[in-house]
């Protein structure tokens, strides 16, 4: 996975960039060092004011850099302030998912009450020099930043009214309830209390075992390697709770890959829309995110809560076929949306 930290000066893009080092151990790229390495050698002509230009000039190269990390498979956080608003047009679609943005902005109001304090912290881990950093133009570089980010629909943090930067690398997206974030193998015993449950797993027509849950959460982290998606932990952002298991699959029908939704919740959370609002965010997440055309679900035909979700969704019923699970044929019904 690639980490692109971007936003205005001081707002504690290296601080956050070495707390993530530190925590997951990923390896990061500071684009100032890189800047200044190009000025100091001499292969520029450009200087540290030049930032329209410098932006130009470092990030078609740290654009490549990108690319070739997410081919090779390896993980990296880039931090800096050369990351134009619209990065993502500078990657084709199946790039996307294996790149999460993070933007730090300053609200006016936390300027205007934290200033001094802001100034001081800038060389809470660079021994920056001394320069003129007005009040008035710190508000209106991060205001400028905000806009980008809104326009662009880039993922940001705006810090208001204290300084609260707690990023969740596994966070993939949310919706107006629910917090997604990826599987990993600390998830086992709430992903035990949905897959060991019989009546949860009423599709499976059984529940799982201990070792059938540790191959289910392998198959996720495969998935997140392979397509960059799989099923997701959602979670609800008021209570902490995890509701369930809501994402993208790689299905296939008739021989030929689809992406397919998936979605499994815990008893307690049935009946209360998170599976219609969960689906809703996947297929926005598989149109405008991961550039699909279109987005199926499989069905059996007795699930009557999942066929009335996939109707709430202007889903179309497509096809009918046969899903043989641990030698036993299963009959499901395909539904569809294009894009």
């Known amino acids: 996975m690639i980490f692109l930290i971007s936003g205005s000066s001081h707002t504690g893009k290296t601080l956050l960039a070495q707390k993530l080092l530190e925590k997951y151990k990923y390896p990061y790229i500071s684009i100032d060092h890189l800047k200044m390495g190009l000025i100091r050698s001499g292969k520029t002509e450009l200087t540290p004011e030049d930032d329209d230009k410098l932006t130009d000039y470092l990030w078609p190269i740290v654009c490549e850099m990108i690319k070739t990390a997410i081919e090779n498979k390896q993980n990296l956080i880039v931090e800096g302030c050369y990351i134009p608003f619209d990065f993502k047009k500078d990657f084709k679609k199946e790039y996307l998912p294996f790149i999460k943005d993070i933007c730090l902005i300053f609200s006016e109001n936390y300027i205007e009450n934290n200033y001094d304090k802001i100034i001081n912290k800038g ?194 019923l497509e096809s009918e076929f046969i899903k043989v699970y641990k030698g036993k044929e299963m009959k499901h019904l395909v539904y569809s949306i294009l894009k």
């Open 123 to 316: 060389r809470v881990i660079e021994k920056r020099l001394d320069y003129n950093y007005p009040k008035e133009l710190m508000i209106e570089d991060n205001k400028k930043v905000l806009k980008g980010s809104l326009k662009y629909k880039n993922d940001y943090i705006l810090i208001d009214k204290y300084y609260e930067v707690d990023v969740c690398m596994d966070t993939v997206l949310t919706s107006e309830r629910l917090i997604f974030k990826r599987i990993n193998k600390n998830d086992f015993k709430n992903i035990s209390e949905m897959l060991k449950d019989p009546e949860v797993m009423y599709a499976w027509e059984k529940g799982f075992t201990s070792e059938e849950v540790e191959r289910w959460i392998d198959k996720r982290l495969k998935g997140y390697e392979e397509f960059g998606y799989d099923y997701f932990l959602a979670i609800d952002k008021n209570t902490k709770k995890v509701v369930g298991q809501i994402g993208l699959l790689d299905e296939v029908v008739f021989g030929e890959h689809f992406t397919g939704l998936g979605y499994i919740l815990k008893k307690e959370f049935w009946h209360k829309g998170y599976a219609l609002e969960g689906a809703n965010a996947m297929i926005e997440y598989a149109f405008s995110l991961l550039g699909k055309e279109k987005v199926i679900a499989t069905i059996r035909p007795e699930n009557e809560a999942s066929l009335k979700v996939a109707k709430k969704l202007k889903m179309n």
